[in-house]
């Protein structure tokens, strides 16, 4: 995936899940920093920084997709 990165949400959430599992943390928030930090040059999350945390926190908190 890290080859066709897209300037939407589909294509940053499959990063986003993608290296979720390779982080080990503990703090859901904390993880999510990391997260975004290592995709920080993906296209939607440089376009739209906040629409994708709201995407994330959504994902994560409301959807339960990562417990």
Known sequence: MKDNLYDNADSFAMS???EWKNIDCED????????FE???GHP?????PENARKMVEF???????FK
């Not at 859901?28 to 997260?35: A, G, S």
């Open 59 to 65: 994902r994560i908190f409301s959807l339960k997709k």
């Open 44 to 48: 939607f999350l440089v376009s739209n």
């Open 16 to 18: 986003f899940d993608e």
């Open 28 to 35: 859901i928030r904390l993880k999510i920093d990391k997260v």
């Open 38 to 40: 290592n995709l920080s």
